[in-house]
């Protein structure tokens, strides 16, 4: 069965510092997608970045950034020059089957961050 | 329209009593999900719709549990006999069909539901 490791309950940064946030996954299939969301203390959910499994080139998007090593099933997510409003959730998320399927998402525990001025 | 709406944000209701949660997704998105957060359980996928029907249903975690969604659109969730292990935040979620590689789920602002 699919699963999502998220072993860092809280990390704290310093501002304007980078932070890794890691995830871990597990599955057999070879097509998957696999997503970080940012929940901040409103509730809300929102999408920051998407890496696919057959997706060459790391992804990134502005100040985040997705290391993904495939062999290791691993796919951390990288904030780089943290500022005070990246304190927040994060969740790793994983969806399987292809390129731009529909389908449920299974959520790792979730990371708090902490970003101190 | 602009992003997800859920309503109603907050209900509190008596253990035993039914209750219905309402998803309107973003226009034109034919997918949308139902999830429930809580402290104990994480994010928990409930049922996916693609346009009316329901090809997933695999995270409903009883028979009290049903959800409906009319005209490729609204949704609602309902449950039934409330019990106070219900308790969480209810998320929708909602995507467009194949357009983009991530397909990313667009979520709305939840409904807390609490179980006295």
């Known amino acids: 069965a699919q699963k999502i490791t998220q072993t860092q309950p809280g990390m704290f940064v310093q501002e304007k510092e980078a932070v890794t946030l890691d995830c871990t996954y597990d599955t057999s299939d070879q097509s998957y997608g696999l997503f970080w969301y940012k929940q901040p203390s409103s509730g809300e959910m929102i999408f920051l970045i998407y890496?696919?499994?057959?997706?060459?080139q790391n992804a990134t998007e502005g100040r985040y950034s997705l290391n993904f090593q495939k062999a290791r099933k691993s796919a951390n997510l990288v904030i780089s020059a943290s500022q005070l409003g990246d304190s927040a959730m994060y969740f790793c998320a994983m969806r399987e089957g292809g390129y731009n399927q529909g389908g449920k998402l299974i959520f790792g525990q979730g990371t708090e961050l902490s970003v101190k001025p | 329209g602009a992003g997800v709406s859920q309503s109603p944000s907050n209900k509190v209701t008596e253990k035993g009593k039914d209750v219905e949660l309402r998803c309107d997704p973003i226009?034109?998105?034919?997918?949308l999900y139902w999830y429930r957060q809580s402290l104990g359980q994480g994010l928990e996928f409930l049922i996916y719709f693609q346009g009316n029907s329901a090809p997933d249903k695999s995270g409903l975690p009883s028979d009290r549990f049903s959800a409906e969604r009319t005209g490729g659109s609204v949704s609602t969730l309902t449950i039934q006999r409330t019990q106070q292990e219900d308790s969480a935040v209810y998320l929708c979620?909602?995507?467009?069909?194949?357009?983009?590689?991530?397909?990313?789920?667009?979520f709305g602002p939840g409904t807390r539901l609490t179980v006295l």
């Open positions: 979620a909602s995507s467009d069909t194949p357009g983009r590689a991530s397909n990313e789920q667009f």
């Open positions: 890496q696919g499994s057959y997706d060459e």
């Open positions: 226009s034109g998105h034919t997918a």
